[in-house]
């Protein structure tokens, strides 16, 4: 008995001393940078925890330097971010960093403890150093039918343009419907603009929807080779312009309208006709057609009815024998807008 006991208090005996955490954040892995004009923005995430898996209980002293060629890591800033905070740091470059040839910047950030101790620097965050794209000037946008057109001051030496486009309408949150509902739209887009049309200054969104406001910014962006490796070199973004998406145009004017005239038969019971037809309109908001009709010099008359004709087609029963009809058809889109009339087709109904 005495043998168990013993055996019982030794399992409380206190392990090997543990050694005292050194409190060190976990490195910046995701530290991301980007250059707008003379403008350079860092974004990343702070860890949650430290090196030995403790969380992290106070702000952390956050070190942001960069570095140009094999020089030091100049020292850029020190500020505090909380830990699993989505951190940020900018500023504006030196005007050494804005002038000359194109050159890889690189950033990092290193996370210190109270002591001022760290466990080593984020990754590097490169963007281009030197003189950036002129910013865009003369942003305009005007509405059409196929969509909204862009125009700024051409630049022959511009390459390529980005656009910033922001949905200032969104639409409520509609319940989910399952795999085939639409997505919403996304509240901001960028529409980059290549070649010769971003030098020439004009472009065309055709993926607006009409109803909606947008507000549109642009800078210029030039692709550069660095060490094999391709970056991006912006401008500053433009002042912003809205517009409002508002759909004013009619569809557009049918096409290949043919009449094919159809004699009475009174052995079959047939009255006289004249069946219309016509290549059918692609627009996604085309509601229909109104069909008209006319003998010689008199007046146009709608013979559609009330409602709008839905199919490319139109079957006209109230003829006489011996008599030449004139038509022409328009098409209606869902806001109630009329398209102009097609060209014209003729028949003459045979006598019996």
């Avoid at 969104?170 to 919403?184: F, M, S």
């Avoid at 030039?222 to 500053?236: C, H, S």
Wanted: net charge negative.
């Amino acid at each position: 008995m005495l043998a168990a006991g013993l055996a019982i208090a030794g399992c409380g005996t206190p392990g090997a001393p543990q050694p005292p955490s050194l409190n060190l954040p976990d490195r910046v892995t995701d530290l991301a940078a980007v250059r707008a004009g003379n403008h350079v923005s860092l974004t990343w995430i702070m860890p949650r925890r430290n090196t030995d898996k403790l969380p992290l209980k106070a702000n952390v002293p956050v070190h942001v330097c960069r570095r140009e060629a094999e020089n030091e890591c100049a020292p850029v800033a020190d500020l505090e971010q909380a830990p699993a905070a989505s951190g940020s740091f900018s500023e504006t470059l030196p005007a050494a960093l804005t002038t000359g040839t194109p050159r890889a910047l690189e950033y990092f950030v290193e996370l210190k403890n109270r002591n001022g101790r760290s466990a080593g620097p984020s990754n590097a965050a490169i963007v281009l150093a030197g003189q950036s794209p002129a910013s865009v000037t003369g942003l305009a946008a005007e509405v059409r039918k196929a969509g909204v057109v862009l125009r700024w001051t051409p630049d022959t030496t511009t390459t390529a343009v980005l656009l910033h486009r922001k949905l200032l309408t969104p639409a409520a949150p509609k319940p989910h419907k399952g795999a085939l509902a639409a997505p919403a739209e996304p509240i901001e887009q960028k529409l980059l603009v290549e070649g010769d049309r971003a030098s020439a200054g004009q472009a065309l969104d055709k993926s607006i929807v009409f109803g909606q406001t947008y507000e549109y910014r642009a800078q210029r962006v030039a692709r550069i080779d660095v060490n094999g490796q391709t970056l991006e070199l912006a401008g500053e973004i433009s002042a912003p312009v809205r517009v409002e998406a508002v759909d004013v145009f009619p569809p557009a004017v049918p096409t290949g309208l043919a009449a094919v005239a159809t004699a009475a038969d009174s052995g079959a019971g047939t009255e006289a006709s004249i069946d219309l037809s016509w290549q059918p309109g692609t627009e996604a908001d085309l509601a229909g057609y109104e069909v008209y009709r006319r003998e010689e010099e008199s007046p146009w008359q709608r013979i559609s009815g009330e409602q709008a004709v839905v199919a490319p087609a139109f079957h006209d029963t109230h003829v006489l024998p011996g008599h030449t009809y004139i038509y022409a058809v328009s098409a209606l889109d869902q806001g109630g807008h009329e398209s102009g009339r097609s060209a014209e087709a003729q028949e003459t109904v045979p006598n019996p």
